[in-house]
Structures are given as C-alpha cells and as structure tokens.
C-alpha cells in the first residue's frame, strides 16, 4: 500500500486514494515538479497468488498500452517497478463512472447514451485494430467514466489480461463476470471482437434503461417494452449487439459505428416519414401519368393503388402496439387517400382521439383535426355511413363541449355540433333509414340536439338585452318573450308561467320546448350557481309540469315537443343516476 | 411423534486447496417435539475467500436459528411461513451486503450459494440461492429446490434440454449468490412432513458425477435405518465422486424421519 503524503520516484506525491479495484488500488497523485495530477494505479502483491507471473504479463501488458493514444482512453505515462509493488502513473480522469449516474438518476436520457455508444465504439474500433487486437472483455458501467465535459474515457485499461480470463470451471455468480457474453464463459470459440459488441450492447442497454441484465429476468429484453419512448432504431442495434451467436451481431465496431450513426433511419419513425416523402413523390408521379395518360387508364387501377395504400396505412393506423402518434398519422394519411370506402380508418381515428386521455373526451387538438375530416366526407361512397359518421363526431363534439368541466354548457356544444348534425341529416335523408338506425343513428336525437343549438343562437343574440326579474309583458313580439324566458330559466322559476291561465298556450310551448333543454343542459358549475334554488326533484317535477301540460295542448306541436321534453327527462333521470353512481 | 437421524458429510475433493463448502445441521428439542434445521452453502471466489462467504453465511443462520427457531412455529405446530420468510430474507440481504462490503475493501469479490432447510412435525420451508438443492427421497427421488443457473434458466426457457444443460460450459455460472449479486432474490419452497422420507442437502460437486439412481440406492429410506448407515454410505457416494474426477468441493447432508415406537 502507498502511504499517503509519500513521495513515488521522486516525483509523484501520493494525495489520496480514489478507487479499488479487483487487484489493485488508485491514487490520486501530484506530479510537484510539473504541477500535474495523475492517478497511480499500484497493483497489489498481496492479493495476488503467483505475483511473479502476473507482473512479467504486467510488463509486457503496460509496454503495450503505453503506444495507444486515443482521447477515450486513459494514457500511460510511467510504469515504475520496485521489488514488491508494481505502480502504473496514468492520466488522472476527473468525473465519475457511469455506475453511479446509473445508482443516482436510473435510465439515461437516450441522446447521451447515443453519444456515448458512438465514442466507446470508437474507442473499440480503436482497440480492435491495434496488431495485435486488443480485446477489452469487461465493457460495464463501471468501467466507464463520465467526464465533466460530457465526454467518456474507458477505463480499469491497466490490468493485464490475464486477470481477465477468469477460471469458469470455478462456480460463478452472472454479476461478478459483468455482461459476459456466452462465448465467454467458454467451450463456444474464442472471444474476439465480436465480445466486446455484445458487452457494449448490454451496456448501452443497461444504461438506456436502468435495467441491469444480470438481475431477474436476466434478459436483455426489446428495450421499447421498458419504455416505448425510446427510439426502435436503438431497440434493433441493442437486439443485434446482443445476440447469442457471435456470427449474428455486428460483426466489426466500424459496422456497429455506421448503425449508431444512422439510428435515427432505422427508426420506425424515421422510415415512416421516409415512406411519406415516397408516397407524396410517387403520388405526384401517378398524377404526373394520370395527366399524361390518364384517358387511356382506366380509373379502376388508380383506386386499387389507392385502397392498396389506403389498406397498408389503416393497419399501420389499427395496430395497438404503435404508440398514439404514429397511428394518428397512419390514419389520418389513409383518410387522407381519399379512398371512398374510409370508414374504418375515420372510426378508429375517433376511437382513438375519444379513447386516449383520462376524461374519454377530445382535446383541442384532436377537435382541430376531426375538422380537417370534413373536406373527404363528400367523397365517402354510401350516404347512410356518411349520416352515420357525421352523426358520431357531431355527438362526440357535443361531448366535448358538455362534459368538461370548463366548457360545461351544452348548449355551445350543440351549436359547435349544430352543422355536423345538419350534414347528418342530411346524408340521412338521402339513406336507407331502417339501415342506417341499425348503426345507432338518431333522428331524435339530432332534433334535439340541433334544438339546443337554436337555442344558443338566441341566448347569443339577446346578451345585454334581459333582466333577470322582468315580467313578461304581452305586447312584447314573441322572440323577445322567448330570450326573457330563457332567462328566467336559468333562475329557475318558470313553472308558475305554464300554470298561469293567463299565458298564451304558444309561449307555454316555447316555455316547454326550450325549458326542456335548459334543466337537461344544467351542469353542475350551473347548479351551484343555483344554489338553494336547484334539486333534482325540482327539475324531475318541472319536466312533469311540462309534460302534463303539453299532453293537454292539442296543438301539432306541442305533440312533437312532448316527444322531445319525454325524452330529455328520461335522459336527465338517467344521468343523474350515472352521477350518483 | 416423528423422530429424525441426521448426518453430514463433507469433502474438499481432489483438485481444491480449500474446502468452500459449509454446512450446518442441528436438532432443536420444542414443546411440539424435534424439528430440525440445516444450511448448505457453497462459498466461490479466488483464494481463500469462498469459504469466508459461506462459513459468515453459516453464521448468521446459525445465529438466527439459536435465537429465533422458538417462535417460528404456529400454534400447531407447523412453520410460521410468514415469520420465517422475513427474517430469512432479512438475513440474506444484510449478510449479501456485508459480503458485498468485505468482498469491495479486500479487492475480491466472493459469494457463496445457500441452502437452508426448517423441517418441523408437521412441514418443511426451504430458502434457495444459487445451485445447491435439497431433494426428498422416499419411493423415489425429487428435488425440491430449483437451481438459479443460466443454464437451469435455459432448460426452463426450452433453450436447452437437460442433458445439454449437464455438458453446458457455462453449467456453473449462477443467475445470483450472496455477496455478488447487487440484490438477491431467494426462492422459496414449502411442503409437509412425512414419516419415513429421507432430505437431503448436497453442493453441486456431489451430484454431477452420481446418478439419480445411485442416489436413491444409497439414500432411499428403507436402506437407511441409522445415523451410522447414513453416514457411511454419504461417504461412499462422496468416494466415487472423487474417483470420477469430481474437482469440487463435495458435501451432502442428510434428514430421516422416522416415527417414534
């Protein structure tokens, strides 16, 4: 052991000891003469069984890596030997090893690690190609330091290889031998190069993320399954680093180099944005000979091109293992075809625009994009799928708007939803009806839906114009009777007006029709607003009144509103239960 | 009542200086009557140091079992598993972290497999790091623990087949052991206790060169009637062991239950 404070050859100052390794110790020492640190690596004779042999395998060793120069590697600068200690004077690395970044912080961020792989291959390739090969056997976290300056230098170079070749009929544990490749542990041909990949690729593993491959389940698994953020080009170089046999992994560190170098365009993402430069280029190439000689080819080809694409995008788009992104995009691409069958591709992309997230709604976004849908709807072959669809984004706008708590008001969310419903209808009048209420659509619905959004327009226009405790005045035209009220539902007390005999039966209606919507489209932030004035059997009773009164009203349409406020009590009840629930 | 005969045999082998092997085998006398309790553990590391793992292991099971083994039990009798388990894996983790410590401040890094087996009236509970194995022997041979080897790991997987897995050059690289593993994970196997089974306990050097069917003839329960028969045929197993140019360390421990009267 060097004494701390000694002074080594005349030269170095021994300040204090900073590792230890499996035979050896470090120290930081003080080259006093040029004002320099180095570390001092002392091989320990006391823990050696044959010091004799190990220090002539030392020497021949330290000659060697006293030639090799590379800015990842530590340089040798002095071998000093005395009769019982073999001292190694290197360059004193600043930083710490990747282990403990790895022990404090877990997985690192993919762009380092990146880095990182390109500069230890770099510095393997280095090794590799020195003649003879040096072989580094013990790729590991621990063995690399990181600098303060981002970069790595590799490191424990020091000890001869003949520590390395450990005796493996001896029972072993999986973490003392590192991340022995297989052909390490013997009996499958030599280590060569091919080794230092395999350790490389469970290191880069190992550090991508945190998961150490020597603890259960001791496997190097797809690193995506850890976490699908990272890149699959990454996942594929680890999976091909780490193969069991040798002849199956990158077979020199030049080759593993130009993937590391090229990761990003093995990436799906990559190639798929690749394919879209393709697709856009090939596409204007068919125009370009769709005008050259598009009378003498028949359109039948060009839409079998196009459900051909469409077909590969949409099952691009359909696969749940793809991450929300880039089954967006493959689905919005395939809408995007134009292809006059996109049914599925338009509902898996509502399915998933509604399906992700916490509160099952749409964000702005996604409520941007459904937008972008509008424009390839026209072209969509069968008028009750096209009623279908409209009909399902007008309800999942309508959501949108009446659900979140922010936004709560559905009557927005009726007005916002009023033109997809209008196109609905529309398509559904030109549809098979019976067909298409098999598919869940809803003439009723719309109605009432499309009613609220009326409604809106009203309140709208009216801002500025109410006050609160107006009473209602005869004389008044019936649009401004019609905007006092609605305020007035919104206090609450509208009930006396349908039992008042002295209210004309048009304006009960209107009462009815409008105040229907109102308690059905009361939110909770509404409700509170209410205060004391709210319950729920009072709205429960309000929809009673209106329905007894409508059902003595023989006008026309006052039956239709009957339809309607039915309904929406039933629909209340029932979403009053889910919320008790 | 059962009763139980017990013997222990160890041997460093041919090819070693040092016998990294340690074993513990005790009766305790309780108010359910015997139960018995034994550890195996079979040291690696260069030098002299496997033995340090496995006789410290040894120690703090022994340690554990002196103090603890009165309250491992329920009401009836049987294993408190629950109890058990935790303090076993108490143990296993500090003792892997101060191998660990010892193993880092020498410049060596040694480990040690173990084996410990709780037998009481009624039951048994095993704990199992590494690649020594308990069996049970009765009509037949079975082994009871599961080794932690790449190669068992591979079997498992279907890689390997078991015959390939006896030649695999990596047969003795372990998934874990204490002291060199950054965290241990121990199986755990439980089972009854029947009259007239013999447990055994053996390192791996004891059963690579013996077959299943020389075991049974040696071991099984009608064969061994007393500690002395036990004892001498253990080391007759160990003998041809070594004549077969076994080069580990050997060792085997056996547990007869037997009813008393």
Redesign the interface.
């Known amino acids: 052991m060097l004494k701390i404070g000694s002074l080594i050859d005349g030269k170095y100052r021994v300040l204090s000891e900073i590792g ?6 470090v120290y930081m020492a003080i080259n006093e003469k040029a004002n320099k640190t180095w570390a001092i690596k002392e091989v ?1 004779k006391d ?1 050696i ?1 044959d010091f004799e042999v190990v220090r002539q395998g030392l020497i021949v060793e330290t000659e060697m890596l006293k030639r090799l120069s590379h800015p990842n590697l530590p340089s040798i600068v002095d071998v000093i030997e005395s009769d019982d200690t073999f001292l190694i004077v290197m360059d004193y690395i600043e930083g710490n090893p990747l282990s403990q970044s790895l022990e404090e912080f877990g997985a690192q961020p993919q762009d380092y690690v990146i880095d990182w792989a390109k500069q230890l291959c770099d510095v393997l390739e280095y090794l590799h190609t020195r003649t003879p090969a040096i072989i580094y056997r013990d790729m590991k976290p621990a063995n690399i330091m990181l600098k303060p300056d981002g970069n790595i230098t590799l490191i424990d170079f020091g000890t001869a290889r003949e520590f390395k070749e450990k005796n ?10 590192g991340y ?1 490749a ?1 052909e390490q ?4 041909g030599q280590t060569d190069a091919r080794t230092d990949i395999y350790c490389l690729g469970a290191t880069l593993y190992h550090l991508v993320t945190g998961c ?1 491959p ?3 389940p ?1 496997e190097i698994l797809p690193i995506r399954s850890i976490n699908p953020q990272l890149s699959s080009g990454l996942e594929r170089i680890i999976i091909k680093c780490t193969q069991r046999n040798p002849d199956d992994r990158y077979q020199s560190c030049a080759e593993l180099m130009y993937a590391l170098d090229h990761y990003e365009e093995i990436d799906d993402k990559y190639r798929r944005e690749q394919k879209k430069k393709l697709r856009i280029f090939l596409s204007s190439v068919i125009m370009m000979f769709a005008a050259l000689i598009g009378a003498f080819i028949s359109i039948g080809v060009n839409n079998k091109q196009i459900e051909k694409k469409y077909k590969e995008l949409l099952s691009n788009g359909v696969r749940l293992s793809e991450s929300y992104e880039y089954r967006e995009e493959n689905l919005i691409s395939a809408i995007e075809t134009n292809y006059n069958e996109a049914y599925d591709a338009i509902d898996n992309l509502l399915e998933l625009y509604i399906g992700t997230g916490s509160d099952n709604l749409l964000s702005p976004q996604e409520f941007n994009n459904i937008k972008i849908i509008d424009s390839y709807i026209p072209s969509l072959k069968s008028n009750e799928e096209k009623a279908r669809i409209c009909y399902k984004i007008a309800c999942n706008i309508f959501q949108y708007y009446s659900n979140d708590g922010k936004e709560s008001n559905s009557i927005i969310g009726s007005d916002k939803a009023r033109q997809w419903f209008k196109n609905s209808k529309d398509y559904a009048a030109k549809s098979n009806m019976s067909l298409l209420e098999e598919k869940g659509y809803s003439q009723k619905n719309i109605d009432i839906l499309m009613n609220l959004g009326d409604f809106s327009e009203i309140l709208e226009n009216s801002k500025g114009l109410q006050e609160e405790n107006e009473r209602l005045d005869g004389e008044k035209n019936d649009k401004q009777n019609t905007i006092d009220t609605c305020w007035k539902y919104l206090s609450g007390g509208f009930l006396d007006d349908i039992k008042n005999p002295n209210v004309q039966p048009l304006y009960k209606r209107m009462i009815c029709k409008y105040g229907s919507f109102m308690l059905y489209s009361n939110t909770v932030s509404m409700q509170k607003s209410l205060g004391e004035n709210y319950s729920y059997e009072k709205v429960i009773m309000a929809y009673n009144e209106m329905i007894n009164y409508l059902k003595s009203d023989d006008n026309e349409q006052a039956k239709n509103i009957l339809e309607s406020v039915k309904i929406l009590k039933e629909q209340f009840e029932y979403a009053n239960r889910e919320s008790d629930a | 009542m059962l009763k139980f005969a017990v013997s222990g045999n160890t041997d460093v082998g041919i090819k070693k200086e040092t016998n990294q092997d340690s074993l513990l085998l005790r009766k305790y006398s309780t108010c359910f009557g015997e139960v018995v309790f034994a550890v195996l553990c079979d040291g690696m590391g260069g030098l002299a140091k496997g033995e340090v793992a496995s006789a410290s292991l040894i120690n703090a099971f022994r340690n554990w079992a002196d103090e603890n083994i009165m309250t491992s039990f329920t009401k009836d009798g049987g294993i408190n598993y629950e109890e058990v388990q935790m303090k076993w894996m108490t143990l296993i983790t500090s003792m892997n972290a101060k191998i660990k410590a010892y193993g880092r401040q020498n410049g060596v890094s040694l480990g040690t497999t173990v084996t410990a087996i709780l037998i009481s009236q009624k039951d048994y509970y095993i704990v199992n790091v590494g690649d020594t194995r308990a069996y049970i022997i009765s009509d037949a041979l079975y082994v009871l623990t599961e080794d932690q080897t790449l190669v068992e790991k591979e079997v498992r997987e279907g890689k390997l087949t078991p015959e390939q897995a006896e030649k695999d050059p990596r047969r003795s690289v372990l998934l874990q052991c204490v002291g060199a593993s950054e965290n241990v994970y121990p199986d755990f196997f439980y089972g009854e206790t029947m009259p007239d089974t013999v447990f055994m306990l053996c390192s791996d050097g004891f059963r690579h060169e013996v077959t299943a069917e020389e075991i049974f003839g040696a071991f099984n329960p009608s064969v061994l009637c007393d500690e002395q028969t036990m004892y001498s045929n253990a080391t007759c197993l160990i003998e041809a062991n070594k004549t077969r140019q076994e080069r580990d360390n050997i060792t085997v421990a056996l547990i007869r239950s037997y009813q008393e009267g």
């Open positions: 230890h390794g499996g035979m050896s110790v320990r823990g069984k493996l009929a001896d029972t072993t544990c999986l973490g003392t031998v022995a297989p542990f013997g009996g499958m150490n020597c603890e259960p001791y």
